[in-house]
Each structure stands twice: as C-alpha cells, then as structure tokens.
C-alpha cells in the first residue's frame, strides 16, 4: 500500500460537495465522489490517499500545515494544488511561486516525490486573475522541467471548459469543479503519480 498526501485548499479539500477530514473530522463529511482523492482510489485499491485540503487557504496556510500533513505521515508521494485563493486575494504571482518553492525543497529533502497540479479555472476571475494563474502555472511546469523531483500536471486543462480555458466545464457554484471535474483531475494525476511510484516509464 502505498500513500500519497493530497495537500491543498478547496480544490483538494472536495469544495463544495464535500468537506475534507480537516474541516470535518475524522472522516470528511458530505458526498465522497467529489474529491479527487476518491477517484485515485477508486482508480488504485493499492493507493490510500490522505484529503488534506482545506477551503479558502493560501499558500502560505498550506505551507504552515507542511510538517503536520506531509512529512509526520512518511509518504510515498505528495499532490500539491493551490494558490488560486493567493491569486482571488490579489496576491502576486512571484509570491504564491516563492512558497511554492519552498514547499518543493522542504519535500526533496524529506525524499518525498512531488506531483503539482496547476491552478485549476472559476468561472467569476477577472482577466487579470486569469493571467496571475496562467503565469503560476507555466512557472510550475518551467520547475518540473528542471526539477527531477517535481512532476507537473495539468489540471487546469482537465477541469477547464472546451470552448474556454478560463471556465470550469462543469460547477455547482461557479467557483469549484463538479463531481467529473473532480474526476479528471484523478486522470491526469494517476499517471504521473504511478511513474513516481510504481517506477513505471
């Protein structure tokens, strides 16, 4: 059995549908299938893959719960997802990347292989807020191609509308991905996460 830690905001945490263990103790509440932790399972009964995301965090939030939620469980792997709530708050790019960075190298020194999902769409950002997430995003994938312990994911795309980039293609509340949403974000992030674990090429 291999664990994989699901670190994030609400996107991770299964907004809104469902509220993550941390936000709703011990066991999350609401319905299941909204959260892409769910699908990875569902997709992989050898993976156990801890929800550790909360709603409306930053990405400084997130860092600050890093040793709590990451490394205090050993895992074999982490997905990490946020910044869209640094962005929503007009915080800039090279801020959200800055702790990105960090987390990154807090990670490889744990010996923990990190796969980074981009900021997925809502369907109510301004263009501005468009542009800061598009610029995290492709600062993410420039990482991952250097960094051999950084894979990146396109979640964004998976979860974006066909006709538009910058809109969900499915919300309950034009903010957070539908329950398929949720389930594309687990198809594209299994393949990345069985290279790092099942040392598949």
Same mark, same amino acid.
């Given at each position: 059995?291999?664990?994989?830690?699901?670190?994030?905001?609400?996107t991770?945490?299964g907004?809104?549908?469902f509220?993550?263990?941390?936000?709703?103790?011990?066991?999350?509440?609401g319905?299941?299938?909204?959260?892409f932790a769910?699908?990875?399972?569902?997709? &992989? $009964? +050898?993976?156990?893959v801890?929800?550790? =995301? @909360? #709603?409306?965090?930053?990405?400084?939030?997130? /860092? *600050?719960?890093?040793?709590?939620?990451?490394?205090a469980? &050993? $895992? +074999?792997?982490?997905?990490?997802?946020? =910044? @869209? #709530?640094?962005?929503?708050?007009?915080?800039s /790019? *090279?801020?959200?990347?800055?702790?990105f960075?960090?987390?990154?190298?807090?990670?490889?020194?744990?010996?923990?292989?990190v796969?980074?999902?981009?900021?997925?769409?809502?369907n109510?950002?301004?263009?501005?807020?468009?542009?800061?997430?598009?610029?995290?995003?492709?600062?993410i994938?420039?990482?991952?191609?250097?960094?051999?312990?950084?894979?990146?994911?396109?979640?964004?795309?998976?979860?974006?509308?066909?006709?538009?980039?910058?809109?969900?293609?499915?919300s309950?509340?034009?903010?957070?991905?539908?329950?398929?949403?949720?389930?594309?974000?687990?198809?594209?992030?299994?393949?990345?996460?069985a290279r790092?674990?099942?040392?598949?090429?």
């Open positions: 059995m291999k664990t994989i830690v699901a670190l994030g905001d609400s991770t945490a907004t809104p549908l509220r993550s263990p941390l936000e709703a103790p011990p066991d999350g509440e319905d299941p299938h909204s959260q769910w699908w990875l399972m569902d997709a &992989r $009964p +050898d993976w156990r801890l929800n550790r =995301g @909360v #709603n409306g965090e930053r990405s400084d939030q997130i /860092a *600050a719960r890093f040793d709590r939620d990451v490394l469980e &050993r $895992p +074999d792997a982490v997905v990490i997802i946020a =910044g @869209v #709530n640094d962005v929503y708050q007009g915080r /790019a *090279a801020t959200v990347t800055a702790v960075r960090d987390l990154y190298d807090r990670a490889a020194r744990a010996g923990i292989p796969v980074a999902g981009s900021i997925v769409p809502y109510t950002a301004s263009p501005a807020a468009c542009q800061a997430m598009r610029e995290i995003n492709a600062w994938e420039a990482e991952a191609a250097r960094d051999p312990n950084l894979t990146w994911v396109n979640t964004r795309a998976a979860t974006a509308s066909a006709d538009d980039p910058d809109r969900l293609a499915g309950p509340d034009e903010l957070h991905p539908d329950i398929e949403g949720y389930r594309q974000m687990a198809r594209v992030l299994a393949p990345a996460l790092r674990l099942d040392n598949v090429v």
